[in-house]
């Protein structure tokens, strides 16, 4: 069996972890990277020959490429890239905090992109490799009161499709990972939130808007249908198969929310104009 070294950011818990159990169970090595390295000390202790934890804050560019050469010295050489590192900032646009939305775009898609370039000319020398960019169904469609979110994830689709044709005469794959809802602790202790959603603010203009995601992530937190496992056996089945496609949609509801915007023509105001057609009117 060929062995590959992962790369993965915030393995501490949710889908970074349970992508973890799945290929160190499966027999590959894996670089464990979290904030905090004592959160993945018992997968450490459980592998301890296949694993290497190390500390990552994705939003730190220096931090991100000091780590990488720590693996590599370690020899640990990264084939395959996990960027997974990531969470939610809810609320309506107008009442997010400016520090709040810097730091969305930091973790969520200047992460993305310190980890893709400091691992690259690895997996360039091997000419083999896979990045997994742990995107959204929200990287696809916008939902209100998710702008940030939307705008970050919307952004890591683009990058992974636009690296992957740039870094596929190197044998490397670049796959955006869109998952739905799964049981993670994204719509809850990760949660950001805008501070009028937060303390439900009567005078808030977005009251309505607010209250109605409050209940939402209440409901949804803990009882998402997706387990998160299933996420690594599907990216372990690609390595496996040394193939990935380029999106990779996972869980019914993400699948039910591209049938009905997609498939089913649905999509919300949408023309098409050519040069030879007048101005679209409205419906
Ligand atoms: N769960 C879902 O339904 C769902 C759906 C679509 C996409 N996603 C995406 O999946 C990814 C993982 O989220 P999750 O669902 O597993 O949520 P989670 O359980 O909250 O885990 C989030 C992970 O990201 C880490 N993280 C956050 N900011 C970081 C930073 N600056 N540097 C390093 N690590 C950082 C967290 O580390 P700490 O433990 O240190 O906080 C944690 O390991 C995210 O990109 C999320 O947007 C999730």
Redesign the pocket.
């Known amino acids: 069996m060929r062995v590959d070294t992962w790369f993965i950011?915030?393995?501490?818990?949710?889908?970074?972890?349970a992508i973890a159990q799945v290929v160190l169970q499966a027999g590959h090595r894996v670089v464990l990277?979290?904030?905090?390295p004592a959160?993945v000390e018992d997968l450490t202790r459980a592998f301890p020959e296949q694993t290497l934890a190390l500390p990552?804050?994705?939003?730190e560019e220096s931090q991100v490429r000091y780590t990488i050469r720590r693996a590599v010295e370690a020899g640990f050489v990264p084939s395959v890239v996990v960027n997974?590192?990531?969470?939610?900032l809810v609320g309506a646009l107008e009442e997010l905090t400016p520090e709040s939305i810097l730091r969305q775009i930091?973790?969520?898609l200047l992460?993305v992109i310190w980890v893709c370039q400091a691992t690259l000319p690895y997996l360039r020398s091997q000419k083999r490799g896979f990045i997994f960019n742990?995107?959204?169904?929200?990287g696809y469609f916008g939902f209100k009161g998710a702008t940030l979110y939307n705008a970050t994830?919307f952004a890591v689709t683009g990058l992974s499709e636009a690296l992957a044709q740039e870094v596929a005469p190197w044998g490397i794959y670049v796959c955006s990972v869109?998952?739905?809802?799964?049981?993670?602790?994204?719509?809850g202790?990760?949660l950001d939130k805008a501070p009028s959603l937060q303390s439900l603010d009567p005078h808030s203009p977005y009251y309505d808007l607010h209250a109605l995601m409050a209940e939402r992530y209440a409901q949804m937190d803990g009882q998402?249908p997706?387990e998160?496992t299933h996420i690594g056996q599907v990216l372990l089945s690609c390595v496996q198969m040394g193939w990935a496609p380029k999106h990779l949609i996972l869980g019914d509801e993400a699948r039910q929310t591209w049938e009905k915007y997609y498939l089913l023509r649905e999509f919300p105001e949408l023309q098409f104009v050519g040069h030879s057609e007048r101005a679209p009117r409205p419906a």
């Not at 950011?9 to 972890?17: L, V």
């Not at 990277?33 to 905090?36: E, G, I, N, P, V």
């Not at 742990?134 to 929200?138: H, K, L, T």
């Open positions: 950011t915030g393995a501490s818990r949710g889908i970074g972890r990277t979290a904030r905090r959160s990552l804050d994705v939003n997974n590192a990531g969470y939610g930091q973790t969520n992460g742990i995107s959204s169904i929200a994830k869109a998952p739905g809802p799964y049981r993670t602790d994204w719509a202790s990760s998402q997706g998160p």
